[in-house]
């Protein structure tokens, strides 16, 4: 059976306000049921219930990393989680890039502090920060906020003198990228700590980015 269009702008606002603001699973399972009667008393429209709950992923729509201080006109890897895909990206300043699936924020050319707004399917919006600094010779990510079970995306080391080495110091573990060698993602560990991820160029200049690992935002 299919859901009618009309039926669809009621229901997104139901799920609007039981799904994406921390409500009660009760109301959430509410919104499924007025969800399923709609299906069976509509007819006329051409979006599947499948095609919507096959777009759901689990949990509150967020976005990863929430914070992050990068050196101008560098690049990180941001992703969203939860809500109703697909998802699109805007940001005060700098670009959004999708390069093999993966999208990453690219910095001006400037510093300031940028704001980026992941909108969902049903256009509700998470939103992170991003503190753009000075850049003078080898530059990397500075600092990261990241939640318990997720990682940091690729990070990506520029200037200075390649090839880089990357090492870590503290809980978690890094991977490597498989082709490109500018670039390491550090996965957390299952609990709150703090991490540093550095990188050293041929001539033996360092940076480091501290991770702070975080308690996974509560849906309810």
Known sequence: MKVGRGFLGPMSRIFAKCTFHGHSPFLYTAALIMLGLGVVLSGCGDISLSQILENQEPGELGITPKTATISEGSSIEIRGKGGFTPYTFSVT??????????????????PEVVTITVIDGFSSEATATIQVVSSTGLSFPEAMTIEIGENTGFVIATGGTPPYTFSLEGDGTLDPHRLLLDRVKYSAPDFETIAVVWVEDAVGTQRKLTVTVVEAASDG
């Open 93 to 110: 300043a700098g670009s959004i890039d999708e390069i093999e699936a993966i999208t990453y924020y690219t910095a001006p050319n400037s």
